[in-house]
């Protein structure tokens, strides 16, 4: 789907460090999103982010992260999942998020 190789040699590449990192830096921007979006009256958002930041989470917690750069953004992660979820029961005080989602 996006044409990258495992091997260099063979085209576009990118090592597996490097594409989780992005997906661990796109939690972050999410999380910032998240609250931007209620800024700006948009109270669905949160909930769809909330949804994927919890899976995204839930699949770094499988994988054995030794201490290293990777290890550290996860344990960022987990303030970014905390992040989004005050942002969803914060609307759900206000009566901003509808009971069936």
Do not use: C, W
């Amino acid at each position: 789907m996006l044409g990258v190789k495992v091997i260099k040699e063979d085209g576009f590449h990118m090592d597996l460090d490097d594409y989780l990192s992005a997906a661990l830096y796109l939690a972050t921007e999410l999380a910032r999103l998240a609250v931007n979006s209620v800024i700006a009256g948009d109270y669905s958002r949160p909930l769809r982010i909330s949804s994927f930041v919890g899976q995204l989470s839930n699949a770094f917690r499988l994988l054995n992260l030794k201490n290293d750069s990777l290890r550290k953004r996860f344990d960022a992660l987990k303030y970014d999942v905390k992040k989004v979820e005050e942002v969803v029961y914060d609307l759900s005080i206000r009566g901003l998020k509808s009971p069936n989602t």
